[in-house]
């Protein structure tokens, strides 16, 4: 027993010294209460929804039910699905909240956000990951401070780490790693799953998420997890199970060096409050997954996402970029492009098509189920909508231009190319969309939450210039080009 402690503590020192891993009773007993209770109703209100991912060409339903809180704006894309948050309660921003308790559920999820912020700053300070350099600035914001503080001694920084500061360009790098933008909350009951998949390296027993990298994260930022399961007096690990391996009972997140089954992996108890960090690069240097105990289990996993492609502050910003092409006649008020150099076309079409397929699509592949929570996201969206109509339009306008003869020969063939490569990859992935919102695993799902496809239109739809399916525009592009060679 000794032995096996001492190889243990030898294997974390040396392959996991960047996993760092808290007890309950060293978070506050008033936000454990607010978070768990922020869990339970969001449960009560049915906030928690399984995703449909797409892995190798194939859509699957997530066995974990997740719902993603966080900045106003802000996605997080996993596995060729994007998530919206539903903002948590921002100064300067109008969210409406379903009920009350959703409200609350949100609020405590910041708090927990800000206190797992100040605890990924110290750990990081604790194991140098850093250079120290002359002293300019403080560790930790006002806010954050004030924040721990007013919970206990515990969760503020201590003098000796308020003293220790770094240099502007080392804080600027600690801070940016660990202010977590958003958190995806996770929920599943073992018990209600007809099948869980058997770990496969070092037989750690049943797995309610595989071994993986966590995704469209900022490069060497800490992810914070908070764990909350819901324990009854069965749940109880006895010496028997301690001596033997892992007790099947107790809910454990699994460590191993990736692509790496020769070292021997970890597997750490989590019990009710407690929490991890994985530090600096380990979510590229290593994979874990989730060991699923007996009792349902509700996650908070506070998260660094990249978000430089993945704001409605980003996307807005393309819009207008693509939208400066387009311009009205102060008499006639007839619309013309203002230019049809190829860069130009080939920007505002690929603007065109990241709008379509990265936020619109996806945000109505996931049906009507933020509405369980707030209605925020439905103004933003409709303004992209609107955006993407006047580019529907901009496309028209280039196909009537590029069909014209008097254009220069080069240039029109250049632009003819380059937009037959735009149009073609539309065509193949509103088909692509088309089928995922119709397939088995879309059907399966609950009413509400059945993707739709949107937007979507018919021929004798008026209002819109170009038709939904492109492959007649493909086909004349096609000749054009021939015509032309």
């Not at 454990?32 to 190798?56: A, P, S, Y």
Request: hydrophobic share 35%; aromatic share 10%.
């Amino acid at each position: 027993m000794c032995f096996h402690f001492l190889l243990l503590r030898y294997q974390w020192k040396t392959k996991y010294s960047k996993l760092i891993f808290r007890k309950s009773d060293t978070i506050p007993e008033e936000l454990h209460q607010m978070v768990q209770e922020g869990f339970l109703t969001l449960r009560k209100h049915d906030c928690f929804f399984q995703d449909l991912v797409r892995i190798k060409g194939k859509d699957f339903v997530t066995p974990v039910s997740r719902i993603l809180i966080g900045n106003p704006g802000c996605t997080y894309k996993y596995l060729n699905t994007r998530l919206f948050t539903v903002p948590w309660p921002t100064e300067g921003y109008d969210i409406k909240y379903c009920s009350p308790g959703v409200h609350d559920a949100c609020k405590a999820l910041i708090r927990l956000n800000d206190y797992l912020h100040i605890e990924a700053v110290k750990a990081l300070q604790g194991q140098n990951l850093f250079e120290t350099k002359e002293i300019k600035d403080s560790t930790v914001t006002d806010r954050e401070q004030n924040f721990a503080t007013s919970f206990t001694e515990k969760g503020s920084v201590s003098k000796d780490q308020s003293n220790c500061c770094v240099s502007e360009d080392d804080y600027i790098s600690l801070k940016n790693r660990t202010s977590y933008n958003l958190t995806l909350l996770n929920y599943m009951d073992p018990l209600q799953m007809l099948y869980l998949k058997q770990e496969p390296y070092f037989g750690m027993g049943n797995m309610a998420v595989s071994w993986h990298h966590d995704e469209n994260l900022l490069e060497r930022s800490t992810v914070a997890v908070y764990s909350y399961s819901c324990e009854g007096s069965a749940v109880e690990e006895s010496n028997e199970q301690k001596l033997k391996g892992r007790d099947p009972a107790v809910w454990h997140v699994g460590l191993k060096v990736a692509w790496d089954i020769e070292t021997p992996g970890l597997a750490i108890p989590l019990h009710q409050g407690d929490f991890y960090l994985m530090l600096d690069d380990l979510n590229m240097t290593h994979q874990h997954c989730v060991l699923a105990g007996f009792s349902p289990r509700f996650s908070s996993t506070h998260r660094v996402a990249d978000c430089s492609r993945g704001t409605l502050e980003y996307i807005f910003g393309q819009c207008e970029l693509a939208l400066q092409n387009l311009q009205t006649d102060s008499e006639s008020m007839a619309l013309s492009l203002k230019s049809l150099e190829t860069a130009v076309v080939k920007q505002v079409e690929e603007i065109h098509n990241e709008v379509e397929f990265e936020w619109l699509r996806q945000f109505w592949f996931q049906g009507k189920r933020y509405l369980k929570c707030t209605d925020w996201w439905l103004k933003p969206m409709a303004k992209l909508e609107e955006f993407w109509r006047k580019m529907e339009v901009m496309t028209s306008l280039v196909l009537s231009e590029v069909g014209k003869e008097e254009q220069i020969e080069e240039q029109r063939n250049e632009t003819l190319s380059c937009f037959l490569l735009v149009l073609t990859e539309r065509q193949k992935l509103r088909k692509e969309w088309t089928a995922r919102c119709q397939s088995e695993a879309a059907e399966s799902l609950p009413e509400d939450q059945k993707p739709e496809c949107h937007p979507f239109w018919t021929d004798d739809e008026c209002n819109m210039p170009l038709p939904y399916d492109l492959e007649e525009v493909i086909a004349n592009l096609q000749n054009l080009v021939q015509s032309v060679e």
